[in-house]
């Protein structure tokens, strides 16, 4: 398999990312929490090569794993910030993508066409529906260093990166969605909700990390 980083190929690249392994785990916000609905605020120079910037890219790397996603924005960790992470295995091409992007923009490539795939969301967690998006996509932006950086998908990383992009723009997958499969999806979730949290909460003791405390409800849905 191959792995990028940040979109480059590396030659070599351990299972668990250096900043899953220096991270601690975090509460996913969840659908209805005003965070996860406004365009969140763009990573400022001030704060490119900070600690803090540093620390919360190595929290949401561990948290992404412990929820077992394979992307996360910042406002699902409860932060106002244009920023989101990444590891992907795509089976489609056989490779894995690792990284984070800061102030993500999207370009669709008009030749690249379409494809549908079932998608979900951590902050809707249980259910997941079928969604097209454009295939081919470039997203640009920052490293945490503030170097700029050229993200280029297709497919399932096209999907993802879109995705994740949406989050920082205030925006979930379920808002694309009719209004009758987005109701179905949130009335699935409010069934499914219990067993997804149990799991994140086991795997997070197994890890030797402190667990976090979720709500016994889930904020009201939008």
């Not at 069934?191 to 889930?218: S, W």
């Amino acid at each position: 398999m191959r792995t990028f980083v940040h979109g480059v190929e590396v030659s070599d690249y351990p299972e668990v990312p250096p900043e899953t392994a220096r991270g601690k785990a975090l509460r996913v916000t969840e659908v209805g929490e005003e965070v996860l609905h406004r365009w969140n605020v763009d990573v400022t120079e001030e704060m490119f090569g900070s600690d803090e910037l540093r620390t919360l890219v190595d929290d949401m790397f561990a948290t992404m794993m412990l929820a077992e996603g394979v992307g996360l924005a910042a406002n699902q960790v409860g932060v106002d910030l244009r920023l989101f992470v990444y590891d992907l295995p795509d089976a489609d091409n056989d490779s894995r993508h690792v990284g984070h992007i800061c102030n993500p923009v999207v370009a669709v490539d008009p030749e690249g066409g379409t494809n549908e795939h079932e998608e979900g969301c951590l902050s809707v967690p249980g259910p997941g529906s079928e969604l097209f998006r454009p295939s081919v996509v470039v997203v640009t932006g920052f490293d945490i260093e503030g170097k700029p950086l050229r993200l280029e998908g297709t497919g399932y990383f096209a999907r993802c990166l879109q995705h994740e992009t949406d989050h920082t723009n205030g925006r979930l997958y379920i808002d694309l969605l009719a209004k009758r499969e987005r109701k179905r999806v949130l009335a699935d979730m409010l069934d499914l909700r219990d067993q997804v949290i149990k799991r994140r909460t086991k795997l997070t003791k197994e890890m030797g990390l402190e667990p976090v405390a979720y709500p016994a409800e889930p904020p009201s849905a939008r």
